[in-house]
């Protein structure tokens, strides 16, 4: 059998079902075709990782797809990430946490991928998507001409033909396209993941009877938090999912801790027990019955091209991955999508595509390695609870500053807008990767043991960070976005001051990595703001406190 379409999506997971929903609704004429290997509807709970979204995901999901009401309804909300600097302990409440104590302004979610693919299936075939699942992809032959591309594929036992003028590969990890054209790109990240999925809820409030800890949220569901259990080299996660289900996963730099220690569950939970003995004891009851449970190495990876002015396309995990951390994954989706939605558009309407390909290419391509640098040679530092929480909020600062704006306020493809802007992005860039290698060199001058110290580091109570997270929802016209982006530069500036201030007080010889220069560039911002308090720098206590040397703890 033969047959046409406008666009074909290889794949229908959450990349492929969201791109073609997002098609649709911007055109309802659009003819679009999307195969997936998987029969519909899939299971629920333990379907696939990547359960947790942060904003730019969450508000894709929300606002321009429109599907608040099914993520109100039949997801969690998100209670924030939440981090414990817990290596080695059981005594979980006396150990330093990062969090908030009260929900921020914009909303994320986590989700039932199992639910919510099935969801996304019932709303593409409302809205006139052909989604054929029980489809195998067997061949693709992309024309370079204006011809089109034609997709072979096989279903209900027969072989078929598709046709089509576009071809998108959102066929994850498999990646067709990506395979056919030898696109592969490796990075420098080398670390591993392995993830199960349990039955029932793990309760962090039976970590503790002090009723000051137990207070410490309104309301008090930390269990709602996309929770991490750090340590040095590795973090642990934590994942409420809506179908009474818990998501856990070690992720881990494969230098440090590697795979042949937990690619079992058995070795995963003996692992957990030796490095995390108090979550362990959590998760360790017969009520939390074992569902499934995989693994990946190397997880990480770039792609040589994922945008092409001959109508095809890579979107999800059939372009790039970064890494599970910061929950990038959705937000990665959202923007491939928009970018292939508008390159569909733009051809449609005559316009030639292939210089837009390549400047969506050259956008793309930047907000991952400048992504990728939060996380490559960095796993060393996490679990360090005077200098981790620091990087938190810089992180943190630095999405909503530059890129969370950008999706928020539909100008991921105003071009003009952002070439005016693009002294602003260089100076946050920089910012950024001299930051970096400041908080590198912090961590491995701080030497010694961890010794828990009790903080709560509330991000509810920091005003400017609260505002910049609420301020993600404000419309803004072209001025009013220019001069947000510059302010928000300005507030990065005196953030980077005030670290490295700090860095300087427990390490006076400590190498500004460029900083310096940078920010005496800018005098003209103004006196700076005071960013952070005492308890963020552990004033509270010395850094030999909180880093004790190994040699007071010898017998």
């Known amino acids: ?18 791109l073609a929903i997002q098609l649709r609704q911007r055109d309802p004429s659009l003819t679009v075709t999307v195969l997936e290997r998987r029969t519909h509807p899939v299971r629920e709970a333990a379907f696939k990782v990547g359960e947790s979204t942060v904003e730019i995901g969450a508000h894709y999901f929300a606002d321009v797809l429109g599907f608040r009401d099914h993520l109100e309804t039949q997801q969690l ?98 990646g067709l396209i990506k395979r056919k054209l030898d696109l592969a790109q490796p990075n420098d990240h080398d670390a591993n993941a392995v993830w199960w999925r349990v039955d029932g809820y793990i309760e962090p409030q039976q970590w503790s009877d002090d009723p000051a800890w137990l207070g410490r949220c309104n309301p008090p569901a930390r269990w709602r938090s996309t929770n991490h259990m750090c340590g040095p080299g590795y973090w642990f996660w934590l994942i409420p999912l809506a179908s009474n289900s818990h998501s856990l996963g070690i992720v881990c730099d494969a230098k440090m801790h590697p795979l042949d220690t937990m690619n079992t569950h058995a070795k995963a939970m003996d692992w957990l027990r030796t490095h995390q ?52 994954g959705s937000d990665f989706i959202a923007m491939s999508n928009t970018f292939i939605v508008d390159l569909i558009e733009k051809d449609r309407a005559g316009q030639p595509v292939a210089p837009y390909a390549s400047i969506y290419e050259q956008l793309y391509v930047s907000f991952y390695e400048n992504t990728l640098t939060l996380y490559q040679d960095q796993y060393p530092l996490f679990g360090d609870a005077q200098v981790m929480p620091l990087k938190v909020i810089w992180d943190y600062t630095y999405y909503w500053a530059l890129l969370a704006p950008v999706f928020f306020n539909q100008r991921l493809t105003a071009i ?24 590198r060199e912090w961590g491995e001058r701080n030497t010694g043991p961890l010794v828990p110290d009790r903080r709560f580091l509330n991000q509810w109570n920091i005003d400017w960070f609260h505002e910049m997270n609420r301020a993600l929802n404000d419309p803004l016209d072209d001025a009013q976005f220019d001069a947000r982006l510059r302010a928000n530069v300005v507030r990065m500036r005196w953030l980077a001051a005030e670290m490295l201030d700090e860095a300087r007080r427990t390490h006076p010889d400590i190498d500004d990595h460029g900083l310096d220069a940078q920010l005496a560039a800018f005098r003209d911002d103004g006196p700076p703001m005071p960013c952070l308090d005492d308890a963020w720098y552990a004033r509270m206590a010395t850094t030999s406190d909180i880093h004790q040397p190994a040699e007071a703890l010898a017998p």
């Not at 190397?298 to 091209?305: A, L």
């Open 1 to 18: 059998m033969s047959a046409q379409a406008d666009v074909v999506i290889l794949g229908g997971g959450l990349a492929g079902l969201t």
């Open 77 to 174: 909300r998100k209670f924030g990430f939440r981090f414990f600097f817990s290596e080695g302990r059981e005594d979980l409440d006396q150990c330093t946490e990062l969090g908030v104590s009260e929900l921020l302004p914009t909303p994320s979610w986590q989700l039932d991928r199992g639910r919510f693919e099935n969801f996304l299936g019932e709303q593409a075939r409302a809205l006139g998507v052909k989604f054929l699942d029980g489809s195998t992809v067997r061949t693709i032959e992309l024309s370079k001409d204006d011809a089109p591309h034609t997709v072979g594929f096989d279903r209900g036992g027969a072989s078929h033909t598709m046709s089509s003028r576009w071809v998108v590969d959102a066929a994850g990890r498999a």
């Open 277 to 328: 003995p108090g979550v362990a004891q959590s998760v360790d009851k017969p009520e939390h019955a074992l569902q499934d449970f995989l693994f990946f190495r190397h997880f990480s990876y770039g792609c040589k091209q994922v945008f092409s002015g001959d109508r095809w396309a890579l979107t999800g995990e059939a372009g790039l991955f970064l890494d599970p951390f910061y929950s990038p």
């Open 416 to 439: 003009p807008l952002l070439g005016r802007l693009r002294d602003a992005f260089t100076q946050g860039r920089d910012l950024n990767l001299s930051m970096q290698a400041l908080l």
